[in-house]
């Protein structure tokens, strides 16, 4: 495994370099270059079809890339194998998705300690750091409802909690308001772009919404799997 130490300045804090993605036959990126340093929003914005899955998924490990080099702090992560890259997105990774993807029969403060859990910390130690970031999104009274109990903004909420409960370096976002209405998205995206600058994470956000994208610092936009000029 990697070991990434301390902050790096001199480096950004996740690259990617002629990163290339196929689907058998059919080009999902063909040579995208992208930077992200400590602290940005960046907007992955774009058509269906243009990439912007596909970057968010190799970007974060998900996904190996068919070519191309992705970066952390300046170290290549692309040759890793699976169970390192899982290693790393549980570590230094978090994750809020368009459904959130809560496990149903877990109560809001074990989704969101899971992180912390999965990599040994002591379940008490892992539940307070989960009670404490639940408080800081508004949930504080909830701990204890599972995701049925929810509503869709309280759960995606609880998502955000458990992206940023082990103090990730890049915080992916996929459609994270496709399944909310519009002021419900508006106030999520502000308790994630509010919660990861308490941490310094980045944060990476795939999106259609125009609304949200006009949240981030710059905006990427992909057109048949390339930067748009």
Known sequence: MIEFDGQVTHHPVLAGRGLVKRYGDVPALAGVD???????????VGPSGSGKSSLLHVLSG???ADGGEVFLAGKPITTLGETERSLLRRSAFGFVFQSGLLVAELTAEENAALPLLLAG???????GAARDWLARLGLEGLERRRPG???GGQAQR??????????PRVVFADE????????????MVTSLLDAARRTGAAVVIVTHDQAVAARA?????????????
């Open 158 to 167: 609880v998502a955000v909690a458990r992206a940023l409960v082990h103090r």
């Open 217 to 229: 610092e710059r905006v990427v936009e992909l057109r048949d799997g390339l930067v748009a000029a």
């Open 149 to 151: 109990e929810l509503s």
């Open 34 to 44: 992208i930077t992200v340093r400590a602290g940005d929003v960046v907007a992955i």
């Open 121 to 127: 910390v002591p379940r008490g130690d892992a539940l």
């Open 62 to 64: 998900v996904l190996p």
């Open 176 to 187: 994270p308001t496709g399944a909310l209405d519009t002021r419900t998205g508006q106030e």
